[in-house]
């Protein structure tokens, strides 16, 4: 069989594709279309003989919805299943109370009403966030631990009801009497960890029915914010032991409400509701309710009574509607006693944290609170406390500070949905206090930002009148600058603002205290001015941040005034205009922070950037920038770093355009590729751009180069053949040759053209048996494959050299393949051998199926010649008897399945490429037939679609001899 003889038959091309056409339809306008919405019409009718029976009638006269968009009202049908499927939603779909298409937006109103807090109200847990991140310190700390004792267990079923009482309040005496443990020289993570335990302590002992152990924990805690020895963690302090007593106060609740006979006990994971009818409490749950009040009342010290007894506030509902109305003014005045000012704010906080959460309509109370800490405002700058100060060696600006997260709390609580009167009676009580910079700053950061906006020249005056020894005034101005980032001011008064503002901000000599500012106030000059005035502020900044390399302490604020600057300036003309925003960059001398700002600002002209550019100011800006990202990476950087990191910069690449000036961009190209030659997508990304620079130089001259184009073009080229070896991944650099080598042909340059595919011919040898792809290696075969597919399709249009052999890269490239190392397991190498065999059919066609514009192919060049057609069969028979040899080495019983599916490529191959009526190929295809069944492995589907294929082209012009052949063709069933 090694002697068969191959003849290409000849193909008509044209007549094939009409062939294989589908039949053209005429469509009449208003005709149906397959993207037509479907109109259906139903219509129900009674038959006599048969009751409530249906029909309908499909018509266009009425439009129904597609069943993706039918999932928009609520109709597909998971939904309805859901519907019906949920035990509670049938409940009321039944009972005729629920209507499935209410507004959620309406229920979540009416929730909020309900609650009498919205999700405008910012949350305790943000403040609290913010309490713990800012408010630290490297003092030691101590704390006094409970140390347990038996007495706390539960007596037994038979002792009487005064015993146990008796024995409870002996319990919190021994806790007065120092049962408990003192801790030393805490670190602030060491004291964290205490409290932590005590509150696992806390629910430990409430679960193993503990009660009273329970409120001993507490009742220590909350002494512990008696104590100001380091009076710079107080405020976070507070925090931490708040959140013990919001634990204890939902135990306690959730207990007695257990108790309820009507309700019962709530289900697992169910939040506790908050309402309920008077008469489902018992006399038990009131009993025990009272008893909770009746041990808290017990407590000998101020502080712990008054916390404990708010923390478990809620449960007066149990005893009466208006139990919390008549306890709030008490507990009120309850906080008089409370002698530390500092102490005293954070109780009336604590107090207004727990009154908003059960009663946030009574209003009142927290006006009261408020108002009473006003008549006490001057105990802060008394004796007692400088004493204290003194002893602690703090300074009266940084103790103020200690007072803002609980008078913004509190002015937060009021200010929640005023009316606007009670407001500027807030302001009115500042101005009577001398426009004290404590309690001013907390107005603003809880008043609403239009409220301060509209208001702002006037705030700057009381900032202006405050004393300087007191609360820091570039805290106040940070507080104005932030209401107006959120809200406008008057258009008239938005530059006396500025002009006023900054007069006060540049004249201050703390750097951090100055940035600080500055980072704020520049969103409003941002927003409000243009990019003179935001210039005029850059400048101020490096002068401010330049001596003592003060910027270094400043990195995050520099960078927030980036973002800000990039939010509202989208034009980098104009923004690289500004003759100081590159010396600002310049501030960021620390390489990751560098990075991190660089890779912002591409990220948004990659975003923002709608037209090509060649402004020579944003295209020297923007090459200093991507040279920055690109010379941070080096041998540790990830490769997904340089990935991120190259995305920017093909980024930019890409929008770099200088119209007609071709020769301006390939210069563009050639200096950004020794600029970017450490990040391989880049490179890739150029050799496309100079690429696609030749097409549109071909598209220009449409197809006719003169000597000057002619000339760039091949510049082009050199550009890819000099660029391409740099590249590492061999795929990449294999597809390029073979890419770069097809624009080469397109632009008739047919010596580089050669040099592209002589380059991929010899890399060949080079691919390794496993390559790397997406962090994992795989094998190369099935890559090497399609590569080589693509190539050979490329070279039938490749015009033979007139000093070489016929098809001399062909040749060339099959004695690559030949000697390359291929896996035992695979069949590749055949493959190819088969699918050059399609190659070599179409080769020896009279006119090629495809050609390149002006280039002459060998169906030109030597016009279906005997000696070229000789030498075409001459390298088929070669190739097929090399196919044939692998398949004899194919006729172990553990190989007979690839033997079988490579008789079936084969076999098609010949049936569509090869002139059967050749006797020894018409042979040939009949034992490869009968080879492919033999052992029962051949796909009985594919052999039959075969055979019906020969009988269709039997019946096509000069095909009659495939009628023979399938009468030779049986059909073998499996047995």
């Not at 704390?143 to 037994?156: C, W």
């Not at 149990?318 to 003014?329: C, H, M, V």
């Not at 006693?337 to 927290?366: F, Q, W």
């Not at 019983?893 to 490529?905: F, G, I, M």
Request: glycine share 4%.
């Amino acid at each position: 069989m090694a002697s068969v003889q191959w003849h290409s038959r000849e193909r008509n091309y044209k007549a094939e594709l009409e062939a294989c056409s589908l039949e053209a339809v005429p469509l009449e306008f208003g005709d149906f279309h397959p993207l037509k919405l479907i109109t259906v019409t139903e219509s129900k009718t009674k038959k006599g003989g048969r009751k409530g029976s249906t029909s309908s009638t499909c018509s266009s006269s009425s439009s129904i919805v597609d069943p993706l968009s039918s999932m928009l009202d609520g109709s597909d049908p998971l939904s309805l299943f859901a519907a019906t499927a949920d035990p509670l939603t049938t409940a009321s779909m039944t009972s005729g109370k629920s209507n499935l298409n209410a507004d959620p937006s309406k229920k979540q109103r009416d929730k909020e009403e309900d609650a009498g807090v919205g999700i405008d109200f910012e949350p305790w847990s943000v403040k609290r966030s913010y309490i713990l991140a800012r408010y630290t310190t490297t003092e030691k700390l101590s704390i006094n631990l409970f140390m347990g004792t038996e007495k706390g267990k539960a007596t037994s079923p038979g002792s009487a009801v005064s015993e146990k009482v008796r024995t409870r309040l002996e319990e919190l005496d021994d806790l007065e009497e120092g049962s408990q443990k003192q801790l030393l020289n805490l670190t602030q993570q060491d004291y964290i960890n205490r409290i932590e335990e005590l509150n696992q302590s806390l629910k430990d002992a409430w679960a193993t029915d503990q009660k009273v152990k329970a409120l001993k924990i507490v009742i220590q805690c909350s002494k512990l914010l008696s104590d100001t020895s380091v009076i710079q963690f107080y405020p976070s302090k507070f925090v931490l032991i708040t959140d013990i007593l919001d634990t204890f106060g939902k135990l306690v609740y959730e207990r007695i409400f257990s108790m309820c006979t009507k309700r019962g006990i709530s289900l697992p994971g169910t939040s506790v509701p908050d309402n309920f009818l008077q008469d489902e409490v018992n006399e038990t749950a009131k009993e025990t309710c009272l008893n909770w009040f009746f041990k808290i009342a017990s407590i000998r010290e101020l502080i712990s009574r008054f916390y404990v007894e708010v923390a478990i506030l809620k449960c007066n509902t149990f005893l009466s509607k208006t139990g919390i109305t008549e306890t709030l003014p008490r507990l009120t005045s309850m906080i008089r006693g409370i002698g530390d000012p500092l102490v005293a704010i954070y109780a009336r906080a604590y107090l207004c944290k727990v009154g908003m959460e059960v009663t946030p309509h009574l209003k009142d109370n927290l006006n009261k609170n408020f108002f009473d800490f006003l008549s006490t405002f001057k105990q802060i700058h008394g004796e007692t406390v400088q004493n204290q100060l003194a002893v602690q060696r703090v300074e009266i600006p940084i103790y103020l500070t200690l007072y803002s997260p609980a008078i913004d709390w509190i002015l937060q609580c009021i200010a929640y949905r005023a009316p606007e009167v009670l407001l500027t009676e807030m302001m009115d009580r500042c101005k009577k206090l001398g426009n004290n910079a404590l309690l001013l700053n907390s107005v603003m950061s809880a008043f609403k930002p239009e409220f301060i906006a509209t208001r702002s020249l006037d705030f700057i005056g009381m900032i202006k009148d405050c004393e300087e020894s007191g609360f820091p005034k570039h805290l106040l101005f940070q507080s104005l600058g932030l209401n107006l980032a959120m809200a406008d001011p008057p258009e008239t008064d938005k530059l006396p603002i500025l002009n006023v503002a900054w007069k006060v901000i540049t004249r201050l000599k703390n750097p951090q205290d100055y940035i600080n500012c500055a980072e704020v106030w520049i969103d409003y000059i941002c927003k409000h001015f243009t990019t003179r005035e935001v210039n005029t502020v850059l400048t101020d900044v490096i002068k401010h941040l330049t001596p003592d390399r003060a910027f270094e302490d400043g990195y995050p604020q520099l960078q927030s005034i980036i973002t800000k600057i990039l939010e509202q300036f989208h034009d980098f003309a104009v923004l690289f205009s500004m003759d100081k925003f590159l010396p600002f960059l310049d501030m960021f001398q620390k390489e990751n922070v560098r990075v991190e700002v660089c890779k912002s600002i591409m990220e948004v002209f990659i975003r923002q950037q709608q037209e090509l550019t060649r402004d020579p100011v944003i295209l020297n800006a923007l090459i200093h920038i991507c040279k920055t990202l690109h010379d941070s990476v080096n041998a540790l950087t990830l490769e997904d770093e340089k990935r991120s990191l190259a995305v920017l910069i093909n980024g930019f690449i890409r929008m770099v355009s200088f119209g007609r000036d071709f020769e301006q961009q390939l210069s563009f190209y050639v200096e950004a590729r020794s600029t970017f030659c450490n990040l391989e997508p880049v490179l890739i990304q150029l050799i496309h751009s100079v690429n696609r620079l030749s097409v549109e130089t071909k598209k220009v001259v449409k197809g006719s180069h003169s000597r000057k184009t002619a000339a760039f073009v091949r510049a082009c080229a050199s550009y890819c053949f000099i660029t391409i070896p740099s590249l590492t991944s061999i795929f990449a650099r294999l597809n390029l040759y073979l890419h770069t080598g097809q624009i080469a042909l397109a632009n008739q340059c047919l010596s580089q053209a050669d040099a592209f595919f002589k380059a991929a011919i010899s890399l060949v040898t080079e691919v390794p048996k496993m390559i790397n792809i997406d962090g994992k290696m795989r094998n190369s075969e099935a890559y090497l494959l399609e590569f080589l597919n693509n190539f050979f399709s490329t070279l039938l249009i490749v015009p033979d050299h007139p000093e070489q052999g016929v098809l001399y890269l062909v040749r060339g490239l099959l004695n690559v393949i030949q000697d390359y190392v291929w896996e035992d397991h695979t069949d590749t190498k055949v493959r190819i051998y088969i699918n050059v065999l399609h190659l070599l059919a179409a080769a020896s066609q009279e006119t090629y199926l495809y050609h390149v514009d002006k280039v002459d192919s060998n169906d030109n060049l030597y016009g279906s010649d005997s000696k070229f057609l000789a030498e075409i069969n001459k390298l088929a028979e070669t190739l097929i008897g090399q196919i044939l040899d692998h398949l004899k080495t194919l006729g172990k019983d553990e190989t007979l399945k690839r033997q079988s599916a490579l008789c079936v490529s084969l076999l098609n191959s010949i049936i569509s490429h090869g002139d059967l009526q050749n006797n020894k190929l018409n042979q040939l295809t009949i034992n490869l037939w009968n080879l492919a069944q033999k052992h029962g492995f051949a796909d009985t589907k594919t052999m039959v679609r075969t055979l019906e294929h020969i009988k269709r082209q039997s019946k096509q012009p000069n095909m009659s001899h495939f009628a023979d052949l399938a009468l030779r063709l049986p059909l073998q069933s499996r047995t």
